[in-house]
């Protein structure tokens, strides 16, 4: 089965890195997508473990566009062709929505109910039946992926992958799971280092870190919409998900967080309590970090500084640089117009950018001399 997932753009080699850690694939990336092929098993084992993707399909078809024009022509022959009517029986329900990014040639409500007359001429032709819309809790979601000038299109297996059950308390600087997952990635984090998180605010980059040191799956598995779909039907899920579920560890240790606003640390440690991971936030200022830690003590260490923070970033280095160890990385996201302080005892090896809605970030990769 041909896959597709969506990720951050720039980002998409930790992506890339996940799957291939999570299943035997080959992958080609493009710009804030990933191409695999993969069994319907490996497909759910990518779903319930992966912390960096924001959608998984199975895809169905791919190519370029100019205008709405040909979007529509290419996308109405493309159902035409394809293998969706396989999916479909007679109590089958779907809908269609669409992602648009980076593209003004079509609106979603131009779109979507477009492509929905598209598939129910498809079925009708190829089943002999009218299969229903549902909008609300469709059996088949079929997905339209429009970056920039390029279409992807599929039946979509998992919802939103980005969604955290844990993210109750958050506030305006909260991070995406996904992108707090990638920079932690882009750390060289395993699960096993000695990981520090200054100026952690809700916490999301701590309970990422312990998802990935413990095993445990971000998601719901019972709102997996691959579970209804023909083509799995015939797997024991039950016996699937137990498997995957024996694999956890929540003995997490290693994690270090802090954060000295209050608000922010507050919200962390009721975050990382909904996550049910044993972790604590400490209240002291990054200042005090080369008190906490030994010289060299630190494996990996990756921070997000919010505009009202960026006065804090000589500091900031300054203790990085004391407490992380020799080729040890530090990860820092900024915003777009920060300029990185000099630092003696870090050396940039990687500058990169990335976006999410109108948030356009800043993401320097240092390593310590």
């Not at 997996?224 to 998900?241: A, H, M, Q, R």
Request: proline content about 3%.
């Amino acid at each position: 089965m041909r896959a597709l997932a969506i990720t951050n753009l720039n980002l998409e080699d930790c992506a890339t890195k996940e799957i291939n850690g999570l299943i035997k694939t080959k992958t080609a990336a493009k710009e804030t997508i990933i191409l695999f092929g993969a069994e319907a098993e490996e497909l759910a084992k990518v779903a319930y473990h992966s912390q960096t993707i924001y959608r998984l399909l199975s895809l169905m078809d791919s190519f370029s566009f100019e205008d709405a024009s040909e979007l529509l022509k290419k996308l109405k022959k493309s159902v035409e062709i394809s293998g969706l009517a396989e999916w479909f029986e007679k109590k089958t329900t779907f809908c269609v929505r669409s992602l648009i990014v980076e593209t003004r040639e079509m609106e979603k409500n131009m779109l979507e109910p477009k492509i929905g007359e598209f598939v129910l001429n498809k079925i009708k032709k190829e089943k002999k039946f009218t299969p229903a819309v549902s909008l609300e809790k469709p059996g088949i979601l079929i997905l339209i992926y429009l970056y920039k000038n390029s279409c992807y299109w599929g039946i979509d297996l998992a919802g939103d992958l980005s969604h955290r059950d844990y993210k109750i308390f958050t506030n305006r600087h909260s991070l995406k799971g996904p992108l707090a997952a990638s920079l932690l990635h882009l750390s060289g984090y395993t699960g096993k280092e000695k990981m520090l998180l200054p100026f952690v605010k809700d916490g999301t980059l701590a309970v990422e870190a312990g998802y990935c040191s413990g095993k445990i799956s971000p998601q719901r598995t019972a709102e997996f919409s691959f579970l209804k779909l023909k083509p799995f039907k015939n797997i024991d899920w039950e016996k699937f998900f137990a498997g995957e579920e024996k694999k956890r560890n929540y003995k997490i240790k290693n994690i270090f967080s802090s954060d000295s606003f209050s608000p922010n640390a507050k919200a962390a440690e009721k975050n990382i309590s909904i996550a049910k991971l044993p972790l604590k936030i400490s209240r002291l200022g990054i200042e005090q970090t080369d008190v906490l830690f030994k010289k060299g003590e630190i494996d990996c260490a990756v921070c997000y500084l919010n505009s009202l923070e960026e006065t804090q970033a000589k500091e900031l280095l300054y203790q990085i640089g004391y407490v992380l160890k020799k080729g040890g990385t530090f990860v820092l996201m900024t915003g777009e117009k920060f300029i990185l302080p000099e630092n003696k005892e870090l050396k940039l090896k990687e500058k990169r950018e990335t976006k999410r809605g109108e948030n356009r970030y800043t993401i320097y990769t240092l390593q310590r001399r």
